[in-house]
């Protein structure tokens, strides 16, 4: 019997019409867990480089993380992942809600989707019936919208639904897929809208099987009032409307001057009144007692749910007011866009337009106001008409496409994909490492177990490591020198990236909310989940005997793999740096030097390639081998990695 996991993936080809219900490699599990891990094994493979992302021969594959679905709070995370024509590289998203339990309940780990549809098509999922249904008198319909249309339709009010929305119809680079409180960002959705699939219903009804149920019950009980009452996963942390931190250090778009000074308590009070005007109320994800999504009811605008600090991605690029935001998401998600990426690519386009590149010629009847000119832009891009065709690609490809000038506009992608953008004086080694290694072309999915910055308060700096209890001695340690205006040493710098990183992995595997876990150690104490514990989690729920070493091997194993999903489609050391004016003060020789160290930390040559001793020793060989049939590495090429630096310790002292 399998546990934790259902051993079936449903198999869909859009170009032929076929599903099937096919049982999943028993032996990937011990080796991947789950979600994000067993996916990347698929695609290495059965899509190979040459692969275009356009072909019929992608896969897009929605998996349902490993413990999802059994009684661990909060695992509820869906992994999305593709390969990208904005970067060409491996796409990976994540969402919540409760797409991935009802796929777990309805018999499939997994829903693995190749080839094209002739004409526009959803998938319909209702436990051993699985149907491919017409899909055309959706079309053109927003994604929340069609959500409910297909519930009515099939007269399934509990039927989970993910959907995309015009703008991945018309494949938009930028375009997301929605499902209730949830999306899935960051551009997967243009694959999906390539396959002409609007959307995938999905109901199930059965049981999931866990190996120790009575030891795994023990376990969860506590963890929901833990979870209730932990400060940074409950409503003192996430229902509130400070953002000091956000306003005054980042920079959305063309808003690339830091506002010193300018979030204040008149400010704060404003923005909360503004808020609660428009919520309906808080929501949560499946078997989570954490309600951080809001439901939102701004006038002239269909419901639609807030998630993140998307809340304040166009109003600050636009330089408008945060009601702004919440009107110009009224559009955005029911044509599902991305909340980071498109308002950059909105102000990227006003840009140019006051710099004279692009004109009223390229822009006619081009409005006056900002938030106005927003609106517009939406609406060229979301269906490519004129210039928004070039816009619809990203900014990357956009610059390139308008040419006269437009290049030296493009402030703040990397990878060809745009970035959270980031304005402080002088650089971060780690997040300069996170930033410019990181796979998932998002910070948020990288940082998170290490706090951003140091405290300045010694005695306040030394009760926060007294009760760091999810952190390894060293991270304490690190932590507790870190003065303010200096800079953690590489051998921390290049530990932190790699702790954060690498918990994001576990996670992305078993499926549980990064906010409950590599996201919370920032803020010291003991995160509800975290590397001490997950173990426990994992072992009652599948029955693989793991330790706190074991699960951290699983996660190096499983980001290796999607380094070299990345390496095979051309990623090298030259695509690794971050956006020229991410930080005031640059250090190119440090920079220089972060990366030699973390690649040798790794076990990567100094192109930042994983060597062959370090595939093979993660159980990776078959990497290895293709690597040298392709002359990407030579045999015998493992010394440069071979003398450490940087010293390598057990991740639980």
């Known amino acids: 019997m399998r546990y934790a996991e259902t051993g079936y993936n449903l198999e869909i080809d859009l170009s032929r019409g076929s599903i099937e219900r096919v049982e999943s490699d028993p032996d990937l599990t011990p080796l991947h867990l789950g979600g994000q891990g067993t996916a990347a094994k698929i ?110 339709e099939l007269n399934q009010s509990e039927a989970q639904v993910a959907a995309i929305g015009l703008a991945a119809e018309n494949r938009v680079y930028l375009s997301t897929i929605e499902h209730a409180n949830s999306s899935a960002s960051r551009g997967v959705g243009v694959i999906m809208g390539d396959k002409k699939l609007k959307a995938i219903a999905v109901r199930g009804t059965k049981d999931i099987n866990v190996a120790r149920p009575a030891e795994l019950f023990e376990l969860c009980n506590p963890m929901y009032q833990s979870i209730y009452d932990n400060p940074y996963c409950g409503d003192v942390f996430l229902h509130e409307d400070d953002e000091e931190w956000h306003v005054n250090n980042f920079a959305w778009g063309n808003a690339r001057e830091r506002q010193k000074g300018y979030w204040n308590k008149e400010l704060e009070e404003k923005w909360t009144a503004i808020s609660d005007s428009a919520r309906l109320r808080w929501t949560a994800c499946y078997n989570c007692p954490k309600d951080c999504h809001q439901a939102i009811s701004y006038p002239g605008r269909p419901t639609y749910f807030l998630k993140c600090y998307s809340k304040l991605t166009y109003a600050m690029a636009a ?92 402030h703040n992608t990397m990878k060809k994909f745009e970035q959270v953008p980031l304005k402080l004086k002088m650089i971060n080694y780690p997040y300069f490492l996170m930033y410019a290694t990181g796979e998932k072309m998002c910070i948020t999915q990288v940082e998170g177990s290490y706090p951003q910055i140091p405290i300045a308060d010694k005695k306040e700096r030394e009760e926060f490591v007294k009760n760091w209890e999810a952190a390894p001695e060293r991270f304490k340690k690190w932590f507790s020198e870190w003065e303010p205006r200096t800079h953690p040493s590489v051998e921390a710098s290049v530990n932190i990236a790699d702790w954060n990183e690498t918990m994001h992995y576990i996670d992305d595997a078993i499926g549980t909310c990064a906010f409950l876990s590599s996201f919370r150690g920032q803020f010291g104490g003991r995160p509800p989940y975290h590397l001490y514990n997950l173990p426990d989690f994992i072992s009652h729920a599948t029955g693989l005997d793991l330790d706190p070493d074991a699960v951290w091997e699983i996660g190096r194993r499983n980001r290796n793999l999607v380094r070299a999903l990345n390496i095979r489609r051309g990623l090298r050391r030259a695509d690794e740096k971050p956006p020229e ?73």
């Not at 927003?374 to 891009?381: A, G, Q």
């Not at 990357?396 to 308008?402: D, E, F």
């Not at 030699?596 to 370090?614: A, S």
């Open 43 to 152: 695609q290495w493979d059965r899509v190979p480089p040459e692969v275009e992302p356009f072909s019929p021969d992608n896969l897009l594959i929605f998996s349902a993380g490993i413990l999802i679905s059994t009684p661990v709070p909060g695992a509820n995370r869906t992994a999305v992942d593709t390969f990208s024509p904005q970067t060409n590289l491996y796409s990976h998203s994540l969402f919540g809600g409760f797409f991935g339990p009802e796929l777990k309940h309805a018999g499939y780990d997994k829903i693995i989707i190749r080839g094209k549809a002739s004409d526009l098509v959803y998938l319909w999922i209702h436990n051993d019936k699985v149907e491919i249904r017409d899909a055309r008198h959706l079309q053109g319909k927003g994604a929340l919208e069609t959500g409910e249309c297909i519930k009515e």
């Open 319 to 410: 330089y408008k007011e945060l009601d702004f935001n919440y009107d110009i998401l009224g559009v955005t998600q029911e044509y599902g866009l991305d909340g980071f990426s498109t308002p950059q690519l909105l102000a990227f386009a006003i840009e140019l337009y006051e710099a004279g590149i692009l004109t009223d010629k390229d822009l006619p009847g081009f409005p006056s106001d900002s938030g106005e000119r927003f609106f517009y832009l939406v609406e060229k891009m979301v269906r490519r008409e004129g210039v928004g065709d070039a816009l619809a690609n990203g900014v990357y490809h956009a610059a390139r496409q308008i040419g006269k000038g437009a290049e030296e506009y493009d």
């Open 581 to 653: 004016d991410h930080w005031k003060i640059r250090e190119p020789e440090m920079e220089t030097l972060l990366l030699d160290e973390y690649y040798k930390f790794k076990g990567w040559n100094h192109d930042g390639i994983p060597t062959k001793e370090t595939l093979d020793e993660l159980g990776l060989d078959y990497v290895s081998k293709d690597f040298i049939e392709r002359g990407i590495l030579m045999d015998g090429e493992d010394a440069s990695a071979k003398e450490i630096s940087v010293k390598k310790e057990k991740q639980v002292p």
